[in-house]
């Protein structure tokens, strides 16, 4: 079964969905040009009614029946990749980044961000990327994956769902007709190798609204091999929809390639990215992964007291070697058929380990308050150029910090 979604919206106006497959973003004067193409994803034929699509996979509504313990199929599938800019030289690292961090919680910032390993679903613990599963905490429920080919735990049709300690083995599908509300809490998402999307796609259409609301939750895909295939891995945790309100709060991603592909009605807070995961590439600088992207996005979006390191192992405290060569950016904002982001907000974050910590392509009276930037490899910040026009409503208290998110003295400038 074929989820074709090659012309659903993603939230944003000239925006198509990216799903499991080649996606090329080459740097030009300084801004990214979408030059590739999708494969389709997995799951129901284009054309089929919410109906149809429950008939021929044997339900409606929520799919997936409780799995044994640890029972997984496994599979294979496509992986998107993507190529970062490579302007500008290494950026001098303020005092104490590379040198480690504590490997622990790391520095809060004075209550600012969470520690590492302080959010995400209850009864996970400390795990390493490498680990091959997380546990499963008392009480949560296995589900396995509605459709064992693609992996995907299908949403249809929606109404108001509640998915509340849940152990997911495989990624999740919101289907075309799923509006209303979908909560997801206290639960782990954890699409097995050969997952073949993302590990929430939300794919809901306009003809209704849909809010989706994330809490004390874990997205980890889980780890493959050199060479080896799995989508959720290489792609961002999650993206937004023309008609969609998305708030994450507690939510800890790790695996993945960025936390959220997301430009409108978007609220992220009280949440950690971690451990992008490049293990698999045979061509790290091919990727194109990153934290929150708001291509094409005309807002509002807010991300607040949360903690941003896609490149460090969080459970060394160190970076991923070469972790730059596949993350452009830690933040970074690009405009899409003539769209312009406004009501963007970036307050009292941690924002560390991508090529550049922020980088502004597209927006108008940005708001980057009481940040705290860590080691990048070329700066802080990125400039707007090749034309493109950012303004600023507010850049204020935003200051250098060490690795494992200790602010330092030293200020950062808002960027040209």
């Known amino acids: 079964m074929v989820h074709s979604i090659k012309s659903a919206w993603l939230g944003r106006k000239g925006l198509m969905l990216i799903a499991a497959a080649a996606v090329l973003l080459v740097a030009g004067a300084g801004a990214w040009v979408l030059t590739g193409s999708t494969a389709p994803a997995v799951g129901c034929p284009a054309g089929q009614t919410a109906e149809q699509c429950s008939a021929s996979a044997g339900a409606s509504g929520a799919g997936g029946e409780a799995l044994a313990p640890g029972e997984v199929d496994p599979g294979s599938a496509g992986l998107g990749s993507a190529k970062p800019s490579g302007s500008g030289r290494p950026a001098s690292a303020p005092p104490g980044a590379g040198s480690g961090g504590n490997g622990r919680g790391g520095s809060t910032g004075d209550g600012k961000y969470p520690a590492r390993y302080s959010v995400g679903a209850p009864g996970v613990g400390k795990y390493k990327q490498s680990d091959a599963k997380l546990p499963v905490p008392a009480g949560y429920q296995e589900v396995a994956a509605s459709e064992s080919q693609s992996k995907a735990y299908n949403l249809y049709t929606c109404g108001n769902i509640t998915l509340d300690h849940k152990y997911i083995h495989g990624y999740i599908y919101i289907g075309t007709d799923c509006h209303g509300t979908v909560t997801i809490t206290n639960s782990i998402i954890a699409p097995p190798p050969g ?51 998305i708030h994450l709060n507690k939510v800890d991603v790790a695996n993945t390639g960025g936390m959220c592909l997301c430009g409108q009605n978007v609220t992220i807070e009280n949440s950690w990215l971690h451990d992008n995961y490049i293990a698999n590439l045979t061509d790290i600088g091919a ?42 950016a830690v ?59 950012v303004t600023y409503a507010e850049w204020s208290d935003n200051l250098a910090g060490a690795i494992d998110g200790t602010p330092l003295a030293q200020a950062v400038q808002k960027p040209a």
């Not at 939750?217 to 961002?236: M, S, Y």
């Not at 992207?293 to 060394?316: M, Q």
């Open 195 to 245: 997952s073949a999307n993302r590990a929430i796609l939300v794919n809901a259409n306009s003809s209704g609204k849909l809010t989706l609301n994330i809490s004390n939750t874990t997205i980890r895909p889980e780890p493959v091999g050199l060479g080896q295939k799995g989508a959720a891995l290489n792609d961002h945790a999650i993206n937004d929809c023309e008609t969609c309100t």
């Open 287 to 328: 990727a194109h992964t990153g934290g929150v992207f708001p291509y094409g996005g005309s807002g509002p979006l807010e991300i607040r007291n949360s903690r941003l390191e896609p490149g460090v192992d969080a459970f060394t405290g160190q970076e991923i070697p070469n972790y730059w060569k596949a993350i452009t």
């Open 331 to 389: 933040l970074f904002t690009q405009s899409a058929g003539g769209s312009t982001l406004t009501n963007y907000t970036v307050q009292n974050n941690f924002i560390s380990l991508g090529a550049y910590g922020f980088w502004a392509q597209d927006g108008q009276n940005l708001r980057v308050r009481g940040n705290v930037f860590g080691p990048t490899h070329y700066g802080s910040t990125g400039n707007c150029t090749g034309g493109c026009k």
